[in-house]
């Protein structure tokens, strides 16, 4: 059975973070295994409160992981400090992982911040260059790269500009834009815009999550970037629609979608 194993941030209400990962993992296939990163107390209408994990903890889940599982695909999600961010990066190339998928968590979908400035400028210089694949939204595209984004076209330039830092390949998801859904995927050779239907729902915590998810169990299963991509976009767009519509806000994805 492919594996893959998801670094990232503890969610409490179960949309979002390690438990989507998990649950998208089933969901396609995969046999997910974890590295908690950060506790958080938080529901669908926001985020109360965060305990980062000790470094040398986070390393530890790894390395143990490693020691005896084959790991096809790593998801990286929310690092929570600049610390947590060098001691990953050095995981990740000591232990010469592939098909590393970055999902840059910086505010959740409350709004409430999740990495501070030195933990991104760390991501950008220790991590980035080993990535397989990275997954910013729009406004972690603009925080990354300093450039507004409004449209299409500067979601290009802007998946251009991030493959300045060091990935093979950069996908800036436009779900938070008008119109269609449309995310620009860019590997230096090619630019591919994948569109889908806007679904008019309030059910979206844990989308970024799902995506990245769902495009590191598609790489576990021998999908190209191409694929994956539109795999995970294909997944993640019947997962809203699907939505189970529970809690008073932004509700979680229907991850086991018929």
């Known amino acids: 059975m ?16 390690i438990q989507a990962d ?15 990163t950060a506790l958080t107390a938080q529901n669908t209408l926001g985020v109360s409160a965060v305990a980062e994990v000790d470094p040398s903890m986070v390393v530890a889940q790894i390395d143990t992981v490693l020691a005896d599982l084959e790991i096809h695909a ?33 505010v959740s979908k409350s709004g409430a911040r999740l990495l501070d400035q030195d933990a991104v400028d760390a991501m950008r210089t220790r991590l980035f260059p080993l990535s397989t694949i990275v997954t910013p939204n729009v406004f972690e595209a603009e925080a990354l790269t300093g ?18 830092l060091g990935p093979r390949a950069v996908v800036v998801k436009g779900g938070h834009l008008d119109g ?5 995927f860019h590997d230096g050779q090619q630019t591919i815009e994948l569109e889908a239907e806007r679904i008019d ?10 995506f990245s998810s769902a ?13 994956a991509v539109r795999a995970a976009k294909a997944y993640v767009t019947r997962a809203i629609a699907q939505a189970p519509g529970i809690g008073h806000g932004h509700g979680p994805l229907q991850h086991f979608v018929k």
Do not use: W, Y
Request: aromatic share 2%; with cysteine; charged share 15%.
């Open 180 to 184: 269609p859904a449309v995310d620009v």
């Open 147 to 164: 450039k507004r984004i409004e449209n299409r076209q500067d979601q290009r330039a802007a998946a251009i500009a991030l493959m300045d």
């Open 22 to 36: 998990l649950k998208t993992f089933a969901a396609l296939g995969v046999f997910g295994c974890s590295a908690i």
């Open 74 to 106: 790593t998801k990286i999600g929310m690092l929570a400090s600049a610390a947590i961010v060098s001691a990953v990066a050095e995981a990740v190339q000591r232990h010469r992982l592939s098909n590393v998928v970055v999902d840059p968590v910086m």
């Open 2 to 17: 492919r594996t893959a194993l998801t670094i990232a941030g503890s969610d409490s209400s179960g949309g979002a973070g």
């Open 201 to 210: 729902s309030p059910h979206t915590h844990g989308t970024g999550c799902t």
């Open 215 to 227: 495009i590191a169990a598609r790489l576990a299963l021998a999908d190209d970037l191409p694929a």
